[in-house]
């Protein structure tokens, strides 16, 4: 499913138009869809108060009181302008209201403030006061709205967007609707995905509202992944495939302080599906790995005060004649022999690699990265440091911060986090749907970059490795949600559950992408 920002959005409007849908069509198909939501959010009927602004968002407010009241509902609508600064078709919308004798008050009446301050006394709030085209600081009555929304205590809807959160940015323009649910349209748009908008939108959900599919299908620069567009990219193996068929993988990881960050990218690898996995560290966490996973194959480095140092490199560059991908990185500290062991190997390494974590700080510090084919994986602090900002820079602009990443190191880049995002140089940015808020524990990581090398072992480009890869992580994730809880399942957890995360995916059992656990 494609991302379509503001001015996309009005493209879209703009070329169903052109198809003879027009604005009256649609926003009466947008109020239908505000009012099916309202239904399932009460399906014993109740109070319902509509926060309509002037202009279209308005419009499909009106729409929806309308319809709510025909169904059943005790409605009435506040609307933060006088009745003559409507706009043309939020104004036509109004008039059918009136007829429907849905109360409607405006901000010039004397009662106005009144109903604010009584928005606790209502069952649900439907906030359609800005959508996707707002600008500039909220103000005035749309402001005093919005405060007294959030203070009301109310569970809130959100028509299309939360009041005063940007739609290309996710920032909000002073302040903003903590909304409980939204529901979007035609597509999904990026506030969903950062900034202040992620969190505000709550659960959310898209209506096409009957866009022509040719509209919705059309390229913008951002997808968000579905279980059918991945699922074309899971590797198949043969019947007769055997294990150096199935990928023969690298993983220089660990030192004797983190000896868990090996050990949890060797078991993501397995997990993962790799054929061989062949660990490279410290001769103790060599031994530590072996009494957990003995199905690892081991090369013991030389070591310097508990970490890998730089002799090791020949050893590691003899072994890209038998294998086909390796991981770099997690948990091999920063100790400066590290960085001179990525330098020596690196200049000669021409197998596709992860690079993470400590590999991703010494690439900040200045070392160069292999001329082989990569996927970075980069949480916002590392990012920080590959880009030479803060994280509160990375944050506050994911979407920009992975593409550059990408432009500026020419690799695959992954931006972990809720709703993970993918780059590269020529396609478009990628999200990842999956995961939930009980992955924020340590490992997760780890586990996350012996699936991708994993995926790159078993011949995956590394765009489709990496999105497999954290699609794939996630929903694992989800499968642990369920089974276990949502908090405080582990990395070794996920892990384990990444096989079937892979059948749920090949099966497309019934998944849904927007919910946060599995049904």
Known sequence: ????????????????????????????????????EIGVLLPFSGKVVFLCGKGNNGGDGFVAARLAKNAGFEVKCLCT??????????????????????PVTFASDASFEKALEDLWMADLIVDALLG?????????????????????????LSVDIPSGIDCDSGKELGESIRTDTTITFGLPKPYLFQNVGLEHAGDWKVDSIGFPSELLEQPTPMRLMDKEWIAERVPVRSRGSHKGDSGRLLIVAGSDKMSGAAALAVRGAMRGGAGLVTLASTPEVCRRVATQIPECLLMPLPTVAGAISAEGADMVLEWM???????????????????????????????????????????????????????????????????SKKTDDIERDRFGAVAE????????SILKGVYSLIASTEKPTLVNPTGNSGMATGGMGDVLSG?????????????????????????????????????????SELADALPSARVTIVSSCDYDTFSPYLD
């Not at 703009?14 to 198809?19: D, F, G, T």
């Not at 991981?327 to 197998?351: C, R, T």
């Not at 999105?467 to 990395?491: E, F, W």
């Open 132 to 156: 996707t085209g707002a600008r500039g600081q909220i103000e005035g009555q749309i402001l005093s709205a919005i405060k007294a929304a959030n203070a009301s205590g109310t569970p809130i």
């Open 321 to 387: 004649d038998k294998g086909n991908a390796a991981v770099f990185g997690p948990g091999l500290s920063q100790q400066d022999g590290v960085g001179e062991f990525f330098a020596n190997v690196w200049k000669s390494w021409s197998l596709p690699a992860v690079i993470d974590a400590d590999a991703l700080n010494a690439v900040g510090s200045g070392t160069q990265l292999p001329n082989s084919p990569a996927v970075l994986t980069p949480h916002p602090g590392e990012m920080a440091r590959l880009l």
């Open 405 to 412: 990443c990408a432009k500026r190191y020419a690799k695959v």
């Open 81 to 102: 302008s006088p009745e003559e600064d409507l706009g043309e078709d939020a104004r036509s919308q109004f008039l059918r209201c009136a007829e429907a004798v849905v």
């Open 451 to 491: 699936l991708i090398g994993a995926l790159l072992a078993q011949a995956l480009y590394p765009l489709d490795a990496a999105a497999l890869g954290v699609y794939m992580h996630g929903l694992a994730g989800d499968i642990c949600a369920r089974r276990i809880g949502p908090i405080g399942y582990t990395a």
């Open 1 to 36: 499913m494609w991302i379509a920002n503001a001015e996309q959005s009005r493209n879209l409007d703009r070329q169903a138009a052109e198809r003879g849908i027009g604005v009256e069509t649609l926003m009466e198909r947008a109020g239908q869809a505000v009012c099916d």
